[in-house]
C-alpha cells in the first residue's frame, strides 16, 4: 500500500484521540468549574443560634446572625467568595416595611458579615414579597393586581438601606418595569455611585421555585407572579428584558432558572458583553439532592455535570445552593 492509500484510508476524523487519558482529556477541556465563580444563598432569621433545617433543601439552613461568622469562615476555606442573602422578617406588612428598615434581618446579617469576613462579597437580593403579607414583589393596588411604579420607590428604599449596611451588590429580582434605572438613580443619589448592581433580567414565572418558597416564607398569599415574571416559552423576550437592565445601568444581569433554561443563558451570552450570572434555583438542587438520596443518581458527578453545563452555556457566575459541596469535591480532584 502506498502512503497515499494509507493516508486516505486513516484521513478520517479520530476525536477519539484526545479522551485516551485525563491528562489529554484535560488539556482539551472547554469548560472548567471554579469555585471562585460559586455564589453560595443564605437565608437568615431573627433569634440567637438558630440553625433551622429547611425540609424542602435538605444541607440548607436559615442562620441567625450570630452565626454568621462561622458560615464565612467556612465559605473563605472552601474558595466561595460570596454571598447572596435572603430574609425572613420578624413581621410582614402590606408594603414589606422591614425591607428597608436599616434594623431589618438582612442589614443586621451584611453588618455582621462584613465585620467578620471583609473579603467576602455580600449580595443583598432586593424583592418585596419575602416581607409582605401578600407575597408579592411589589405593592398592590386597590384590585390587588402588583403595582409597577409605586413598587420602584421601595424597591430603591431597600437598595439604599442595603448600600448603608455594606453590602457589595445589589440584586433586585422583583421584575418591575424600570426597577434597575430607579435604583442606579436612588444609590447615586444618596452616595453609593460605585455600588455594583446585579439585575435578575430574565427571571421567569418557574415551577422550580416551590423549596424557596418554604424556605424564605414566599409564596403569595393568592394568584401567581405571572403578571410580572417572564413567560417561560419565550427567548427573544429575555434579551429585550438585558437591553433595557443594561440601559438602564445594571453592571451584571441574570438568567433564572438555569438548567430548563440553558438556550437562554446562550442567547443572553451572544448578545451583551456584560457579566452574565445563572441562578441554579431551589428545584433545581432538589430535584438532585431527591435523586442521589433515592440512589438514583451518583449525586457528586451529576452536580458537577449540572455545573459544568450551566457554566458552558456562557455563565460566568453560577448562583447555587451546592456551592460548598462542589467546592469541596473540586478540591479534591
Ligand atoms: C424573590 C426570589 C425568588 C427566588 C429568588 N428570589 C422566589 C420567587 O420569585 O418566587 C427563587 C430562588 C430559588 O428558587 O432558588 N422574588
Known amino acids: 500500500m502506498t502512503l ?9 476524523v479520530r476525536t477519539r484521540r484526545t479522551r485516551g487519558s485525563e491528562a489529554l482529556r484535560s488539556l482539551v477541556r472547554e469548560t472548567r468549574l471554579d469555585p471562585a465563580s460559586f455564589v453560595y444563598p443564605l437565608f437568615v432569621v431573627h433569634g440567637r443560634g438558630q440553625r433551622q433545617p429547611i425540609a424542602s433543601l435538605p444541607g440548607q439552613l436559615r442562620l441567625s446572625v450570630d452565626q454568621l461568622a462561622a458560615e464565612a469562615a467556612e465559605l ?8 447572596l442573602m435572603f430574609g425572613v422578617p420578624a413581621t410582614k406588612d ?70 448603608r449596611a455594606g453590602v457589595d451588590v445589589v440584586a433586585p429580582s ?12 436612588a444609590l447615586d443619589a444618596e452616595g453609593h455611585p460605585s455600588l455594583p448592581i446585579m439585575a435578575y433580567s430574565a427571571k421567569y414565572a418557574s415551577a422550580f421555585y416551590g423549596p424557596f ?7 403569595p398569599a393568592f394568584g401567581d407572579r405571572r403578571g410580572y415574571q417572564m413567560d417561560p416559552p419565550n427567548v427573544r423576550e429575555a434579551l ?7 440601559a438602564e445601568g445594571a453592571d451584571i444581569v441574570m438568567v433564572k432558572p438555569a438548567l430548563a433554561y ?34 438514583w443518581l451518583d449525586e457528586r458527578a451529576a452536580t458537577l ?29
Not at 429585550?240 to 443594561?246: I, K, L, S, T
Open 240 to 246: 429585550r428584558e438585558v437591553a433595557a437592565d443594561a
Open 94 to 163: 402590606a408594603r414589606g416595611s422591614e425591607a428597608y428598615d436599616d434594623t431589618g434581618i438582612v442589614q443586621q446579617a451584611a453588618r455582621a458579615m462584613k465585620a467578620a469576613a471583609p473579603d467576602l462579597a455580600v449580595i443583598a437580593d432586593v424583592c418585596l414579597c419575602e416581607y409582605t403579607d401578600h407575597g408579592h414583589c411589589g405593592v398592590l393596588t386597590a384590585l390587588g393586581e402588583v403595582d409597577n411604579d409605586p413598587s420602584l420607590e421601595l424597591l430603591a428604599r431597600m437598595s439604599v438601606s442595603m448600600a
Open 4 to 12: 497515499a492509500e494509507r493516508g486516505t484510508r486513516s484521513s478520517f
Open 262 to 295: 440553558l438556550d437562554v443563558i446562550r442567547a443572553v451570552r451572544e448578545s451583551t458583553p456584560l457579566p452574565l450570572a445563572a441562578y441554579n434555583v431551589s428545584g433545581e438542587y432538589a430535584m438532585l439532592k431527591a435523586a442521589a438520596a433515592n440512589g
Open 305 to 333: 455535570e449540572t455545573l459544568t453545563a450551566i457554566r458552558r452555556a456562557g455563565a460566568d457566575i453560577i448562583i447555587t445552593y451546592h456551592a460548598k459541596e462542589a467546592a469541596h469535591w473540586l478540591s479534591e480532584r
Open 213 to 219: 418558597r418554604e424556605a424564605a416564607h414566599s409564596t
Open 174 to 185: 422583583d421584575m418591575m418595569d424600570g426597577r434597575v434605572g430607579a435604583i442606579r438613580a
Open 76 to 83: 473563605r476555606a472552601l474558595g466561595v467568595r460570596a454571598v
